[in-house]
Every structure is written in C-alpha cells, then in structure tokens.
C-alpha cells in the first residue's frame, strides 16, 4: 500500500452545500492538482425533514441526535444511500474521480452504542483505513457516509448499525490517517467566544473550555471535540464559513478566516 503523507480531510454537511456552492468544484479542482482529498459528509437537515415526512421528532443531546430504530433506519438511508450517491454523482459529473463508502464498508468505523440516552446513535472505537487507502491510491476521493459497524455487541437482538455523528467521525478518520489538516465547512464564520467574537487560534485546552462555559454549544460541540481527537494525528484543524465562494479552495491557498485549532 503506497505512503500518503499530506492527506487532507474535509468535512460537509447539508448546511453548506446549497444550490450556489462551489464546494464539490473546489474538491474536483484540488484532486486535480494532485491534493490528497478524503471526504466526510452529514445531512441532518435532510434526515430531519424525512423524519418530519414520517410524523417522528427529532431530539438532539450535546449536539449529537438521539437515534430510535425508525432514526436509524433513515438515517441509513438517508445518509448511506441519497446524500452519499448524489455527492459521489455530482463529483464525477463535474469531471473528478469520487467514490462513495460508508463506515460499514471494510469496517471503516467500528463502534459501538455511545450511551442509551442516545439510542442507536454509535461511539467509534476503531477505525480501518485499508479501504480508503485503496481508493487514494486508485486516484479516488473516498466520500464517506458515517453510518457505522455495530461491533461489539453481537447479539442477535442488536443492530447491525449505528448512526455516528458526522463531526466525529471527521475526527476519528483524520487521526487515523495522520492526515495533515481537518477542514469543517460550516455555516458559521468560526468558534465564537461569549462576547460573539470568532476565535482566531485555539488550543485544545481553550477550545474545551468554550465548552464549559456555554459559548460553544449545540452542533459546535462534536466539531470542536472531533478536532481536538484529529489533533493526535498531528495536524491542524480548521473551521470555517463553507457558505462562501470557493472557501475550500480558499482555504488551501490563504487560511484568513475561521478559526485553527492546534496543539500548544
């Protein structure tokens, strides 16, 4: 298996990825000129409003959601399936080489339940990186849904899968790649203090105590602990606004907005 030595993960969610975005061209612009790209995606805006289309409510703890049977079932779907295959499709169309996995495949991302306040939603314990390799070697963009193997409990009353935040499953592949920065497109300008000023460099220490005193909060929570879990790959970690114009690509070349997390 060939050496990748400055991998770039970038984690999307359906926030940042509307009509006008320039994202996917960004990503079909970047493995053009040879970047290591691996690619992480949510969609809990999508698998909400499916939720809403089944009459089911969607409750979330620390930012991660609370996932019942029918959840996980959409989720599965919904991730696994429409938004993973739409993204996939959309890079190849535009001319560049994707191609879709989720956490299942080569049991990418083992887990396990995370708590049972939060129903079928998974904490991953091990992470495979063989598969994704293989497609960085093959000239590929691994676009992965997070949608996890259940792998220590193998009763048979237990679910094959688990639904695992997004965010943290950046963190976990990020760490396990070694890969040399982790870039959240989110639709805010970076991690605000109290006072609503974006935080320009944070250590981890920092950034947990954002945490602690509520001016981190809801969906920022798993990206702040996910980036403080990339950090033990060596990297850098980067949030910042995917809602502007070519703000991967940006990124890459000028790193002017958001906010970094890094080690002391």
Known sequence: MGKFTDIIVVKIGGSTLGQHDTTLEDIVTLQKRGVSLVVVHGGGKIITDWLNKLGADSRFVMGERVTDLMGLQVV?????????????????RLGGKAAGISGVDGALFQAKIKS???GYTGEITGVNTETV????????VPVISPVSLNYLEKSTTAPLLLNVNADLAAGEIAAALGASKLIFLTDVAGISDKSGSVRESLNPEEAEALISSGAASGGMIPKIRAGIRALQGKGIVRIIDGRLSHALLNELSQSESGTTIRMK
């Open 76 to 92: 599965t779907a919904v991730l696994a399936g429409l938004v993973n295959k739409e993204l996939v499709a959309s890079i190849n």
């Open 116 to 118: 049972p306040d939060l």
């Open 133 to 140: 390799k293989i497609l960085l070697a093959g000239g590929f």
